[in-house]
DNA sequence: GCGTCCAGGTCTACC
DNA sequence: GGTAGACCTGGACGC
């Protein structure tokens, strides 16, 4: 099954692809040349696919793997989803109106840099971003992809992420010595319970009824989710005047700007802080830039 | 091989 | 409100 959805200008999936380190994870998988992306999701229906999505001049190609029939329904879910996980809807006017102004920020419109890719789900996103918290990078690929083929759906020889419901059955024991997330399964499985007992509308900052303020409530009252995920988990749903501060970023920003010094979070957030409201996306997109110019394996592009 | 450090932090208790 | 200490894991590094 084949379909397509139509792009904005400016649009560029590699560069939503290389957005941050969400495609080197599980379900997700690059494609040769880092000019695609595929994903197994599973629908509402129960039904796990392989979805395979590339780019043609303004149109975003997904083909659809391992299922026989998709009815027009799913066909719409499918089309949401990927619309959802590849922000195609995103309104980025703001922030392309800076990168007109500024010399330094005019790669970014070059490179349609600003689309940060999602997960299907926002619950997802949030399990993974507590998966980041104070450990390396690799130890976050294990642990996200032993939950993946642990508790996902199975599709051919990949599997997807697991519903909340499929992550609330399991114990805290299991998240300690199956997952090997530490300290974090406790987190872990108190958001997935609370998602699947239907005491956390956690997709609710998907569907545009949430304002500002009531997506940094709904976040900041997760436990596990500190200042570092709750800016990362604002940026993944379009609030862009938050700052994310971790060890590899501070790092990186004292070695652009202050020969390695390091220098307070204050002192960074001043500088970005003109570029109102994208402030914090503009830090992110300023860090991150030699991403972009890379020509090497994908997979040392978010290792550290 | 072994010990230590620390990485894309957060929470709690205490002051 | 600010801060010290505890918390899991695994890879890098020095010896």
Redesign the pocket.
């Known amino acids: 099954m084949k379909l397509s959805l139509r792009l904005p200008p400016h649009y560029h999936l590699r560069s939503v692809i290389l957005s ?2 969400w495609s080197a994870l599980e379900p997700f998988r690059v494609m040769p040349r880092r000019d695609g992306l595929s994903v197994a999701i599973r629908m509402s229906t129960g039904k796990p696919v392989v979805l395979l999505c590339t780019q043609t001049g303004r149109r975003l190609q997904i083909k659809a793997e391992g299922t026989d029939a998709v009815t027009e329904g799913e066909r719409e879910e499918i089309r949401g989803m990927v619309a959802a996980m590849f922000r195609t809807d995103e309104n980025l006017d703001g922030l392309y109106a800076w990168a007109r102004r500024k010399k330094r920020l005019s790669w970014i419109l070059a490179v349609g840099a600003g689309r940060i890719l999602r997960a299907p789900t926002a619950f997802e996103d949030t399990v993974k971003m ?1 998966c ?9 690929t ?1 642990m996200v992809g032993r939950l993946t083929n642990s508790l996902g759906t199975a599709i051919g020889d990949r599997h997807t992420f697991p519903s909340a419901a499929d992550m609330a059955n399991q114990t805290e024991r299991f998240y ?2 199956e997952i ?6 406790p ?1 872990l499985l108190e958001l997935a319970r609370r998602v699947a007992y239907g005491d956390l509308h956690i997709e609710r900052v998907r569907n545009g009824e949430l304002a500002e303020q009531e997506k940094i409530d709904l976040f900041a009252n ?9 800016g ?1 988990l604002l940026r993944l749903h379009s609030v862009y005047d938050r700052y ?1 501060h ?4 501070t ?1 990186e920003y004292a070695k652009r700007y202050h020969d390695g010094r390091k220098v307070s979070e204050r002192t960074i957030e001043r500088r970005y802080e003109a570029f109102s409201p994208y402030q914090g996306l503009i830090y992110w997109l300023d860090m991150t830039k030699p991403w972009y110019r890379k020509k090497h394996d994908f997979d040392s592009d ?3």
């Open positions: 941050h380190g507590i980041t918290t104070n450990c390396s990078w690799s130890l976050t294990l300690r010595r090997k997330a530490g300290y974090r399964s987190y997760i436990m596990g989710v500190g200042p570092y995920a709750l990362n994310a971790d060890s590899w970023i790092a978010f290792t550290s």
